[in-house]
Nanobody, 122 residues
């Protein structure tokens, strides 16, 4: 079972990026998917999550309105559209799956993907 994140890169402040996370090896049909990030010297923090059928989502307050999480169940893929990026958004972004958006928000994760680096220049 692997979660493969991609889409990171270098972007200027105010720019946008879309991260993708695809699962292989098994289907996470009824799992919630989430995104976390870890900046240098800081703890990993919750970013956003979406439930198994895409009908509900959860965001950290500082990302509301700038980040949008979505999923394509047919492709077993979740996305994180990030806009109005700020230098403080620079971090390694990780995808994860869990039993619910609530549990993911609490950091209760069933499976982690590898990270993808996002760097926002000022």
């Amino acid at each position: 079972v692997q979660l493969q994140a991609s889409g990171g890169g270098l972007v200027q402040a105010g720019g946008s990026l879309r991260l993708s996370c695809a699962a292989s090896g098994r289907a996470f049909g009824r799992y919630a998917w989430g995104w976390f990030r870890q900046a240098p010297g800081k703890e990993r923090e919750f970013v956003a999550a979406i439930n198994w059928n895409g009908s509900g989502s959860s965001y950290t307050d500082s990302m509301k309105g700038r980040f949008t999480v979505s999923r394509d169940s047919t492709k077993n893929t979740v996305y994180l559209q990030m806009s109005s990026l700020k230098p403080e958004d620079t971090a390694v972004y990780f995808c994860a799956v869990g039993q619910s958006t609530g549990r993911l928000r609490l950091g209760v994760v069933s499976s982690w993907g590898q990270g993808t680096q996002v760097t926002v220049s000022s």
